[in-house]
């Protein structure tokens, strides 16, 4: 679809949730409003690079009530960002159009494997400023300029209006009251942090800080319906309600970062703007990105029934949906085997998937905490293998949780800590041997926060382990709010792993290397911690809220 297509569906997008509002002028009336908002600079300084962040947002959100004659709770709500990150102009040696790298994955791993040393290019940084036929293959996913990437919230996708939309409640009859909140919205399922099990209706943009930023953050709101039919309590539960989701915007898969951009997930962004030696001559390593047009059947569509059961909370999700992830396809020489075409290696799909799913709350009075389990089962996705770019499988996901508040006195203050650990695990059905993941995988968090001076004072401490990427991420923490308006937040983010190597095809029957690469493969297996190995920081954060 062309931009300018694009710039017209969000229009439309825009105008129907705004004529929805004055549609109804004749029964409605405006109420005062409320409005709020930070400036925020960020400032991150990774080992041996320097400056990696110099981040400045605008936010300002607002809620308008509006009275009405036959619902209740109306109102119009908003977020608008801007962001200007003038690292792209502070340090342009190492990011943006200027910043080109010795070999492909200098940023992550050394140069020991042929993969990167002989048969694969350094990837083109931004390569819509610096390789013509890259941003042509790349159009629509990875063809940012480098403005787009220092004002990341202005562009033809109108980022910048973070959410807007309206809300309204109908009392009905019987006591039931249902809900509608209509517009550019992010909707939540689940209550995992940094990793993600039921909450996958938005995309994330990883490009902001890899998954370290609250999700709240970098998902990237869609204009959606999502309507709520709230029940109550009945003979057996104390509390239900029912939800439809219809996410009617077009489809956007996650933002994992473009190369030359300071955070790129996996180092995916550099790799798709590579090239491959053949005996052909160099092929890029993407020839075509599948866009998906806006209708009707590229909707997606979920539904979620939650409840309330004694002192325990459930709920069971249905969601239809595309994989966010790309999913790549090779493209054959049509007439010499096992090379690839002369216009490109692979092409990328974001295939549908349907998902089923639940979850479940549950207060321990003798512990005094809070279990929590989320299940997924998905069937449809598409996973990176050596034989032919990818593999369809079947896919099984879960997180265990554990949340307590506990006073420990020895530490100097009666204000409890929190204390939050979480288990995520993932089984792929369908495993194949040249797949660069493990069969079962799991991946430990642990949160741990406390709060000093009436609660102004507040340390902590987030960690996380890759069982099969044997990585590591610790990140201390303190922030200090003086008083309302004030907030500095100071950090370290250290990463420890990205030594996984994987064996490829293309080494084995180019060079007859039979032994681990680094390159291509080996960074799924690596995940997004082990290859952010080299990416240890120190960061600084100032907000002033008005």
Known sequence: MSKINIMTLNKLAIGVAVGMTVS?????????????????????????????????????????????????????????????????????????????????????????????????TPGSPIPCENDPLLCDN??????????????PDFNDKLDFLREFYLTADKNLDNGDVLSLTLGKQQVVWGKTDLFRVLDVINPVDYSRHNIYDELEDIRIPQWMANIEWRMGANSIFDDSNISLVWNFDKFRPHNLGTCGQAYRIVDAGCFFSSYVGTPNGLVPIIHDVEEYDWKLSNTQVGIKWEGVYGDATFSLNAL???????????????????????????????????MLGGAIDYYSMGMDAVWRLEL???????????????????MLRYVVGLDKNLVIPALGTGSAFLISAQVFGEHIQDYEKDMPNKKDNWIGTLLFKGWYMNNRLSPQIIMAHDVGANATVVAPSI????????????????????????????????????????????????????????????????????
């Open 24 to 120: 109804s002028a004749s029964a409605v009336i405006a109420a005062e409003g409320e409005w709020s908002g930070f400036v925020e600079n960020a400032t991150y300084y990774r080992d041996g690079v320097g400056l990696s962040k110099f981040r400045n947002t605008l936010q300002v959100e607002f809620n308008k009530p509006i009275e009405s004659e036959s619902w209740s709770n109306v109102a119009i709500n908003g977020v608008l960002r801007g962001t200007y990150d003038a690292v792209y102009s502070l340090n342009d040696d190492e990011f943006g159009k200027g910043a080109t790298e010795p070999y492909l994955g200098s940023n992550w791993h050394d140069n020991s494997t042929v993969s990167s040393a002989l048969l694969l």
């Open 138 to 151: 790349l159009d629509g996913y990875m063809d940012q300029s480098e403005k787009d990437v220092k004002y």
């Open 320 to 354: 239809h949906y595309r994989q966010q992830l790309p999913s790549l396809h090779f493209r054959p020489h049509p007439t010499m085997a096992g090379l690839p075409d002369v216009d490109g290696v692979f092409d990328i799909h974001f295939p549908e998937v349907n």
């Open 376 to 394: 997924t089962y998905s069937e449809g996705e598409e996973l990176p293998r050596d034989l032919d770019g990818h593999k369809e499988t079947d």
């Open 479 to 546: 922030s200090w709010t003086p008083d309302n308006h004030w907030s500095f937040n100071l950090a370290v983010n250290v990463k420890t792993g990205g030594d996984e190597k994987f064996p490829w095809g293309v080494a084995q029957g180019a060079v007859g290397d039979f032994s681990g690469q680094y390159e291509p493969l080996a960074r799924f297996l690596n995940g997004p911690i082990g290859v952010a190995n080299e990416e240890d920081e120190i960061q600084l954060t100032v907000r002033y809220s008005f």
